[in-house]
C-alpha cells in the first residue's frame, strides 16, 4: 500500500510528525499537497470526505481516512511496530503523543498569542511576554516530565526502553524545532536533560531517519510553520 498523506506542501508543522513515522517504518508515501496538483486534491478531499478534517494532516490508506496527528500516529504505530500492542501500552504511548501536542501548541502561541488571523508584527510585545514565560516556566516543566519517563525505573534509550515508538519520533521533532526556534534558550535549557538530549541525538541517528533528514523529502524549518525563529523572543 502506498499512503498518501495530507499536510501543507511548504512546512513541517503537525504534518512532519506523520512524515517521521512514515520514514522510520519504511515505507511508501505520497505527500500529495507537493505533487502538481496537490493542492486542488487536498481541499477536494477535505470538502467532499464522508469524515472531513477539520484541518491538515489527514492520511488515507486504501479506503480508510484518519485525521488529527496523534490520531494518525496511533494508527500507523499499530501497522508497522512504532508502539506496544497491548491496551497498556498502546494508551500509553498516545497519552506521551498528546503531551507533546500540548507543548507544540504552546510553542505556535509564542508568536500568535492573540489571534492566528493576525501577523506576528501585529502582536509582538504580548508575544515577547508569552515566549519569556514559555521559556522560563513551560519548556522546564515538560522537559522534567519527559527527563523523568526517560529516567525511570532506570535510564532508558527510548521512552519505553529499548524499542523506538512513534512518541521517540515525535519527541525528537519537538526537541529540535525549539532548539531552531530557541537556540540560545535550549543552549541553556539542553544540559540539564541529559537522557532527552540523547534521546534527540539516538533517534537523528537511525539510519532511515538520518537518511531522511539529508534528503529533499525534509522541509527546512522556516517562518511560516510552528517553530519559528525570531531573535526578540530567544532569552
Known amino acids: 500500500m502506498v499512503y498518501e498523506l495530507f499536510y501543507w506542501p511548504s512546512i513541517q508543522g503537525r504534518g512532519e510528525f506523520v512524515r517521521l513515522a512514515l ?24 470538502d467532499g470526505a464522508d469524515h472531513p478534517s477539520f484541518a491538515p494532516p489527514f492520511l488515507k490508506a486504501g479506503d480508510v481516512t484518519v485525521g488529527q496527528t496523534a490520531n494518525i ?3 500507523l504505530g499499530e501497522r508497522h511496530g512504532l508502539a506496544p500492542q497491548d491496551a497498556q501500552g498502546k494508551y500509553w504511548v498516545n497519552q506521551i503523543q498528546l503531551t507533546i501536542a ?7 502561541d509564542t508568536h500568535h498569542p492573540i489571534a492566528t488571523s ?12 508569552r515566549s519569556a514565560d514559555f521559556i522560563d516556566t ?20 527510548y521512552l519505553l526502553g529499548d524499542a523506538v515508538t512513534y512518541a521517540d519520533l515525535s519527541l525528537f521533532q519537538l526537541v529540535a524545532g525549539l532548539r531552531y526556534a530557541f537556540p540560545k534558550a535550549l543552549g541553556r535549557i539542553d544540559a540539564g536533560y541529559p537522557l532527552l538530549t540523547a534521546l534527540h541525538d539516538r533517534v537523528a541517528a537511525r539510519p532511515r531517519i538520518a537518511a531522511y ?12 510553520g510552528i517553530f519559528r525563529h525570531y531573535k526578540e523572543l530567544d532569552r
Open 23 to 46: 520514514e522510520e517504518a519504511g515505507v511508501q508515501y505520497l505527500d500529495v499537497a507537493r505533487e502538481p496538483g496537490g493542492m486542488a486534491r487536498m481541499i477536494a478531499a477535505m
Open 213 to 224: 533528514l539529508k534528503s529533499g523529502r525534509r522541509i527546512p524549518f522556516n517562518e511560516e
Open 118 to 129: 493576525l501577523y506576528f508584527e501585529d502582536q509582538r510585545p504580548e508575544a515577547k511576554r
Open 73 to 75: 500516529l496511533m494508527f
Open 102 to 108: 500540548d507543548l507544540v501548541a504552546e510553542t505556535h
Open 138 to 157: 513551560r519548556i522546564p516543566k515538560f522537559f522534567d516530565w519527559f527527563e523523568n519517563i526517560l529516567a525511570r525505573p532506570e535510564p532508558k534509550d
